[in-house]
């Protein structure tokens, strides 16, 4: 059974930082692009990055560029996601999702909200 | 950056109707659509990936079609099930932008 596990939320002040983290089980991890989409309360998703399987290739959302970066450690079967410089705006439920076939989001953590509060 | 703009924003129906949820791309996006459920508190579930392929497990009652700009999801019986809040995403250009959401209710 395919997992995402995410970690790694909580309170942070403005300017403050944080690392995600999302644990893969039950896939072949090192195969997969992986994604962070966020969700902000009571709004819409918004995609956040993308990581290729190698590492290859790295985007990201022009909200966050710059302040956040996203890695993968395939030998631990992990996705991470450093934010720093946080803001008010970046308030939200976090999930990693991976890319299946024809980029679809196949699969999903159950998110890991993201407070950032003063 | 491709925009991507859902209509309606909301929509009423009732079991048993058949129901159309459109999704427009600012520019031509290919097949690169793809469809999610999401319910309160959950994450979302993909139900159509390449805006026509039913991922495995989702019931032949949903279906997607369209190419290019304009992009369809339609639920031909709606069950109780299914009311639920509906995005599509584009995956042809970066940013992978999602539409704004459709509430079904």
Redesign the interface.
């Known amino acids: 059974e395919v997992q995402l596990v995410e970690s790694g939320g909580g309170l942070v002040k403005p300017g403050g930082s944080l690392r995600l983290s999302c644990a893969a089980s039950g896939i072949t991890f090192n195969i997969y692009s992986m994604n962070w989409v966020r969700q902000a309360p009571g709004k819409g998703l918004e995609w956040v990055s993308f990581i290729s399987s190698s590492n290859s290739y790295i985007y990201y959302a022009d909200s966050v560029k710059g302040r956040f970066t996203v890695s993968r450690e395939n030998a631990k079967n992990s996705l991470y996601l450093q934010m720093n410089s946080l803001r008010a705006e970046d308030t939200a439920v976090y999930y990693c999702a991976r890319s299946g076939r024809s980029g679809g989001l196949d699969y999903w953590g159950q998110g890991t909200l993201v407070t950032v509060s003063s | ?1 491709i925009q991507m703009t859902q209509s309606p924003s909301s929509l009423s129906a009732s079991v048993g109707d058949r129901v159309t949820i459109t999704c427009r791309a600012s520019q031509t996006i290919s ?2 659509l ?1 469809w ?1 459920q ?1 319910k309160p508190g959950k ?4 139900l ?3 805006a026509s ?1 039913l ?1 495995s497990g989702v019931p032949s009652r949903f279906s997607g079609s369209g190419s290019g700009t304009d992009f369809t999801l339609t639920i031909s019986s709606l069950q109780p099930e299914d009311f639920a809040t509906y ?1 599509c ?1 584009q ?1 042809f250009s ?8 459709t509430k079904l209710e």
């Open positions: 950056d097949s690169s793809h999610f999401q994450a979302p579930k993909l159509i990936y390449g392929t991922q995005y995403q995956t970066t940013p992978h932008t999602f539409g704004q959401g």
